[in-house]
């Protein structure tokens, strides 16, 4: 944990930096933060590519933090918890309950003291004493002095601290966090944020000791405690359908707990965000609504000309569609906020005001609505500047607060101030998805679809699975769909592909094939398999064994999934999410799953998976694939899987993209030999071609690795043009690893790139994708700016 003995010491810098370091050492990392705060985790996910998570001894209870804590950090190699307020500072009144020391003694995490030292020297040794013997159930184990000046000082300091210093933390305004009137700008609000997190990490990670962090984090005794699941909170689903539930999202709706999501989804709900400053229309399907928290206000005009989808929100609301707004939510179904005009949906009118209302409540429900029964009582928070006229509240309102009435419920509506974490309230969630399993569809208002011609690769697939992006880059289109490295191919792999063919007139050897890639990865040739690229591999795998539960890790590549489900199996899918930037958690792998499939770096997410998480997916009775067909296009592959030796563990590679050659077959498959075995006896012999040997060999080489190398470099100056062009528009996309970027450009614009002469692959064949997103091969500047423009 990553506390400080009073508020503005520099916490959230501090943690949120070492969070960035880590995953930039190859840590995987759970960020969470102690209080109801919103704002920090999203700091925490962008330093970690996974979901930051609170914990909260008055909104989920005490019983629920290790739970939450464990499922939080499933799949990470460490926890890291930024503090609220000063070490033992809670709720007021009830002796530090729901403090910083509270989760740490609940938790048994070891504390590291954030100090801000830029007005003080040997005073740093008795407070960090005091707060280290203060509470002898929390322990104190280091400090990081902060806001560090001279070296003289840092020295006088370091002499009278008696707990070790784990690191000095030099001044560097550049790297200050803007403030909002709730606390720090969201960092979905403020432009560059990933970039301003990536540049904090190796600003801390140069001046902290986290190999001493990392070791002091591993003292932390096990839990005994079941990690918490939102299925077992809100029991089975009744039926098998699942209704739409719409979340507002985008930089006006960005507060809510990543827990709600899960718990709808357990549930039986599909969760589709929505933006309302993009979107003009809810969500196709949608029977429920959710409106969180957020910042409305600093939108207000952008959120008042977006008519029609006011005109949705509203007619929804009063045609009976289960809605739950909390904070912005409220405000933004009001009548107005600071004069502009909202959805109208609740008789109120809703203006800023200089007064903070702060407070950590336990409300009442004065009757039976949409979420609550009558006498329950739950814990929340509110933190708002705003006010609403003529009052807080209707004829009904959704809570009893201090006495005092708040807020507007009916039996399928519940808006108020007041924030509520579902983890700690699960049966909130159970009530609200049996209401949307019942609702009604809500209308969408038509939009007419811009003009373009008929194109058949925007149209349904017959079989998604087996759509390439080869079928989209044709009729003269600028291709941006083929992962294919673009450039012309060395001279030595031209000269090996011609001489191959004075080698046609006799049956092909793959022996010198095998002896290359064998060289080249230092395995033992039987350990080795030279295939007619990856795609053999996969049809291989998939005929092997009469697989019980094969799993595929989705979105990726999808030949692996066809090819189990063309030998007759029934596949498992585990998917990746959007919300955490599709990293992958090695414990959603159900434990009875004896083949599992999963790609490093992905197609099309570009995610590169830690290995040691791959790694943990090996086990007895297990035969594990890792498919890095595009590893060779990251510069130095930090986390391939081809050199090491685990029993199950196989790795198929693919020759084709780095090196331009498509038409020529060739690929390969790494591991452990006993399965390498059974894949060889079931290879149909001479399956791999003259030309595809001598390209494995030309490849393979020495020679090739510096050119191998230079294009991995190439390929990611590339990308971070492309990337930047894509921040520059205001478009979403997913960091990548890989020659390709996944990006959210909106439904539709795929075909519309395609009418200006840009060809896109679109992503909707991936399971887990939906029509907005779209994979773009990465390319050279100039080319890459003709895209840029069409997208303008």
């Given at each position: 944990?990553?506390a400080?003995?009073?508020?503005?010491?520099?916490?959230?810098?501090?943690?949120?930096?070492?969070?960035?370091?880590?995953r930039?050492?190859?840590?995987?990392?759970?960020?969470?933060?102690?209080?109801?705060?919103y704002?920090?985790?999203?700091?925490?996910?962008?330093?970690?590519?996974?979901?930051g998570?609170?914990?909260?001894?008055?909104?989920?209870?005490e019983?629920?933090?290790?739970?939450?804590?464990?499922?939080?950090a499933?799949?990470?190699?460490?926890?890291?918890?930024?503090?609220?307020?000063?070490?033992?500072?809670?709720?007021?009144?009830?002796d530090?309950?729901?403090?910083?020391a509270?989760?740490?003694?609940?938790?048994?995490?070891?504390?590291?003291?954030v100090v801000?030292v830029?007005?003080?020297?040997?005073?740093?040794?008795?407070?960090?004493?005091g707060?280290?013997?203060?509470?002898?159930?929390?322990?104190?184990?280091?400090?990081?002095?902060n806001?560090?000046?001279s070296?003289?000082?840092?020295?006088?300091?370091?002499?009278?601290?008696?707990?070790?210093?784990?690191?000095?933390?030099?001044?560097?305004e550049?790297?200050?966090?803007?403030?909002?009137?709730?606390?720090?700008?969201?960092?979905?609000?403020?432009?560059?944020?990933?970039?301003?997190?990536e540049?904090?990490?190796?600003?801390?990670?140069?001046?902290?000791d986290?190999?001493?962090?990392?070791d002091?984090?591993?003292?932390?005794?096990a839990?005994?405690a079941?990690?918490?699941d939102?299925?077992?909170?809100?029991?089975?689903?009744?039926?098998?359908?699942r209704?739409?539930?719409?979340?507002?999202?985008?930089?006006?709706?960005?507060?809510r707990?990543?827990?709600?999501?899960?718990?709808?989804?357990?549930?039986?709900?599909e969760?589709?965000?929505?933006?309302p400053l993009?979107?003009?229309?809810?969500p196709?399907?949608?029977?429920?609504?959710?409106?969180?928290?957020?910042?409305?206000?600093?939108?207000?005009?952008?959120?008042?000309a977006?008519?029609?989808?006011?005109?949705?929100?509203r007619?929804?609301?009063?045609?009976?569609?289960p809605?739950?707004?909390?904070?912005?939510?409220?405000?933004?179904?009001?009548?107005?906020?600071?004069?502009?005009?909202?959805?109208?949906?609740?008789?109120?009118r809703?203006?800023?005001?200089?007064?903070?209302?702060?407070?950590?409540?336990?409300?009442?429900?004065?009757?039976?609505?949409?979420?609550?029964?009558?006498?329950?009582?739950?814990?929340?928070h509110?933190?708002?500047?705003?006010?609403?006229?003529?009052?807080?509240?209707?004829?009904?309102?959704?809570?009893?607060?201090?006495?005092a009435?708040?807020?507007?419920a009916?039996?399928?509506?519940?808006?108020s101030?007041?924030?509520?974490?579902?983890?700690?309230?699960?049966?909130?969630?159970?009530?609200?998805?049996?209401?949307?399993?019942?609702?009604?569809?809500?209308?969408?208002?038509?939009?007419?679809a811009?003009?373009?011609?008929?194109?058949?690769?925007?149209?349904?697939?017959?079989?998604?699975?087996?759509?390439?992006?080869?079928?989209?880059?044709?009729?003269?289109?600028?291709?941006?769909?083929?992962?294919?490295?673009?450039?012309?191919?060395?001279?030595?792999?031209?000269?090996a592909?011609?001489?191959?063919?004075?080698?046609?007139?006799?049956?092909?050897?793959?022996?010198?094939?095998?002896?290359?890639?064998?060289?080249?990865?230092?395995?033992?040739?039987?350990?080795?398999?030279?295939?007619?690229?990856?795609a053999?591999?996969?049809?291989?795998?998939?005929?092997?064994?009469?697989?019980?539960?094969?799993?595929?890790?989705?979105?990726?590549?999808?030949?692996?999934?066809?090819?189990?489900?063309?030998?007759?199996?029934t596949?498992?899918?585990v998917?990746?999410?959007?919300e955490?930037?599709?990293?992958?958690?090695?414990?959603?792998?159900?434990?009875?799953?004896d083949?599992?499939v999963?790609?490093?770096?992905?197609?099309p997410t570009?995610?590169?998976?830690?290995?040691?998480?791959?790694?943990r997916?090996?086990?007895?009775?297990?035969?594990?694939?890792?498919?890095?067909?595009?590893?060779?296009?990251?510069?130095?592959?930090?986390?391939?899987?081809?050199?090491?030796?685990v029993?199950g563990?196989?790795?198929?590679?693919?020759?084709?993209?780095h090196?331009?050659?498509?038409?020529?077959?060739?690929?390969?498959?790494?591991g452990?030999?006993?399965?390498?075995?059974e894949?060889?006896r079931?290879q149909?012999?001479w399956?791999?071609?003259?030309?595809?040997i001598?390209?494995?060999?030309?490849c393979?080489?020495?020679?090739?690795?510096?050119?191998?190398?230079r294009?991995?470099?190439?390929?990611?100056?590339?990308?971070?043009?492309l990337?930047?062009?894509?921040?520059?528009?205001?478009?979403?996309?997913?960091?990548?690893?890989?020659?390709f970027?996944?990006?959210?450009?909106?439904?539709?614009?795929?075909?519309?790139?395609?009418?200006?002469g840009?060809?896109?692959?679109r992503?909707d064949?991936?399971?887990?994708?939906?029509p907005?997103?779209?994979r773009?091969?990465?390319r050279?500047?100039?080319?890459t700016r003709?895209?840029?423009?069409a997208?303008?």
């Amino acid at each position: 944990m990553i506390a400080a003995p009073m508020t503005g010491q520099g916490k959230t810098t501090v943690a949120t930096g070492l969070m960035a370091a880590l995953r930039g050492a190859g840590h995987a990392v759970s960020g969470h933060k102690v209080g109801p705060d919103y704002i920090d985790p999203g700091y925490h996910a962008l330093a970690t590519g996974r979901p930051g998570r609170n914990l909260d001894p008055h909104l989920v209870g005490e019983d629920r933090i290790a739970p939450l804590l464990l499922h939080g950090a499933r799949g990470a190699d460490v926890a890291a918890v930024e503090g609220v307020m000063g070490l033992h500072d809670g709720r007021i009144g009830a002796d530090g309950f729901a403090s910083s020391a509270h989760v740490a003694a609940l938790t048994r995490t070891p504390v590291v003291l954030v100090v801000d030292v830029s007005r003080m020297s040997r005073s740093v040794g008795a407070l960090v004493a005091g707060m280290a013997a203060y509470d002898p159930a929390v322990e104190v184990v280091g400090v990081i002095l902060n806001q560090a000046g001279s070296e003289r000082n840092v020295a006088e300091i370091t002499r009278s601290t008696r707990l070790p210093v784990l690191g000095v933390v030099r001044r560097d305004e550049r790297l200050a966090t803007p403030s909002r009137h709730l606390g720090l700008v969201p960092a979905a609000e403020r432009a560059e944020s990933a970039r301003a997190v990536e540049r904090l990490g190796e600003h801390i990670g140069r001046q902290v000791d986290l190999a001493a962090l990392l070791d002091l984090a591993r003292s932390a005794p096990a839990l005994d405690a079941r990690p918490w699941d939102p299925a077992r909170e809100v029991g089975p689903s009744p039926t098998a359908e699942r209704p739409v539930v719409a979340v507002a999202g985008g930089r006006a709706f960005t507060f809510r707990y990543t827990e709600t999501e899960e718990l709808l989804t357990a549930a039986g709900c599909e969760v589709v965000g929505f933006d309302p400053l993009e979107d003009t229309g809810l969500p196709s399907g949608t029977r429920g609504l959710y409106l969180g928290g957020g910042f409305p206000e600093v939108y207000a005009g952008r959120l008042a000309a977006n008519r029609r989808l006011l005109a949705d929100l509203r007619d929804a609301v009063r045609g009976g569609v289960p809605t739950v707004a909390e904070c912005a939510g409220l405000l933004y179904l009001s009548e107005s906020l600071d004069g502009e005009a909202m959805a109208g949906a609740l008789p109120a009118r809703a203006r800023m005001t200089k007064r903070l209302t702060l407070r950590y409540p336990e409300a009442v429900s004065p009757r039976d609505t949409l979420l609550t029964r009558a006498g329950e009582r739950v814990t929340g928070h509110e933190f708002h500047r705003t006010r609403l006229a003529p009052g807080a509240c209707g004829d009904r309102p959704a809570w009893e607060v201090d006495g005092a009435p708040e807020g507007f419920a009916s039996l399928t509506m519940h808006a108020s101030y007041l924030h509520v974490h579902w983890a700690g309230q699960p049966r909130l969630a159970a009530r609200f998805a049996d209401a949307v399993r019942a609702a009604p569809v809500a209308a969408s208002s038509p939009t007419p679809a811009p003009p373009r011609r008929p194109d058949p690769t925007t149209d349904e697939v017959s079989d998604p699975l087996r759509h390439h992006g080869d079928v989209e880059a044709r009729d003269g289109l600028l291709d941006f769909a083929v992962n294919v490295y673009a450039g012309a191919r060395p001279a030595w792999l031209d000269r090996a592909l011609r001489e191959s063919l004075e080698r046609s007139a006799v049956y092909p050897d793959p022996e010198p094939a095998r002896a290359a890639i064998a060289r080249r990865h230092d395995r033992r040739p039987d350990e080795v398999l030279p295939t007619a690229g990856a795609a053999e591999a996969f049809t291989l795998i998939a005929r092997l064994r009469p697989w019980r539960r094969p799993v595929v890790v989705h979105p990726q590549f999808t030949e692996p999934h066809a090819a189990l489900e063309q030998a007759g199996h029934t596949v498992t899918s585990v998917l990746c999410a959007a919300e955490d930037g599709f990293a992958f958690d090695p414990g959603s792998v159900p434990d009875d799953a004896d083949l599992v499939v999963v790609g490093n770096p992905t197609n099309p997410t570009g995610v590169l998976h830690p290995a040691a998480a791959l790694r943990r997916l090996c086990r007895p009775g297990r035969v594990v694939v890792v498919d890095e067909a595009f590893m060779d296009a990251v510069p130095g592959e930090p986390e391939t899987l081809t050199g090491q030796r685990v029993a199950g563990l196989v790795v198929v590679r693919s020759l084709t993209k780095h090196w331009s050659i498509p038409g020529i077959r060739a690929g390969y498959v790494v591991g452990d030999g006993a399965v390498l075995g059974e894949l060889g006896r079931a290879q149909t012999p001479w399956s791999v071609s003259a030309p595809a040997i001598a390209a494995t060999v030309a490849c393979v080489s020495d020679e090739a690795h510096a050119e191998g190398l230079r294009r991995a470099k190439e390929l990611e100056d590339w990308r971070g043009f492309l990337e930047a062009g894509l921040r520059e528009a205001g478009l979403g996309f997913v960091p990548s690893r890989a020659p390709f970027v996944l990006v959210r450009v909106g439904e539709g614009v795929h075909a519309l790139l395609r009418d200006r002469g840009v060809a896109v692959r679109r992503a909707d064949t991936f399971p887990g994708l939906d029509p907005s997103w779209v994979r773009v091969a990465v390319r050279p500047p100039d080319t890459t700016r003709r895209l840029l423009t069409a997208l303008a």
